[in-house]
């Protein structure tokens, strides 16, 4: 059975930092690539970060700088480092494991809030 545990989401500050955290089990992890997605009230889902199986990284350009993913093989887990958070921040963000279209797997979700 495939799971991603996402954890470490909460409220902070403007300016503030987070490290989210999506642990897998289940998959062959270091095969796959790893994305972190947010989702805000009333909007769609978008891509903020990815890494490859090689360890190569995109960011959405409102993040870029401010955002770091990182993945950890051996712990089968990947990272979003948040720093300078802003309230356009906020959303649920979840965790995805992507082989190929057709097979990729999510997160439950946690929630990041930043407070105007």
């Known amino acids: 059975q495939v799971q991603l545990v996402e954890s470490g989401g909460g409220m902070v500050q403007p300016g503030g930092s987070l490290r989210l955290s999506c642990a897998a089990s289940?998959?062959?992890?270091?095969?796959?690539?790893m994305n972190w997605y947010r989702q805000a009230p009333g909007k769609q889902r978008d891509l903020v970060a990815t890494?490859?199986?090689?360890?190569?990284?995109i960011y959405a350009d409102s993040v870029k700088g401010r955002f770091t993913i990182s993945r950890d093989n051996a712990k089968n887990t990947v990272y979003l480092q948040m720093n300078s958070l802003k309230p356009g921040d906020t959303a649920v963000y979840y965790c995805?494991?992507?082989?190929?279209?057709?097979?990729?797997?999510w997160g439950q979700g946690t929630q990041v809030t930043v407070p105007s």
């Open positions: 995805n494991a992507n082989l190929r279209p057709q097979l990729q797997y």
């Open positions: 890494i490859t199986r090689d360890s190569n990284t």
């Open positions: 289940g998959i062959t992890f270091s095969i796959y690539t």
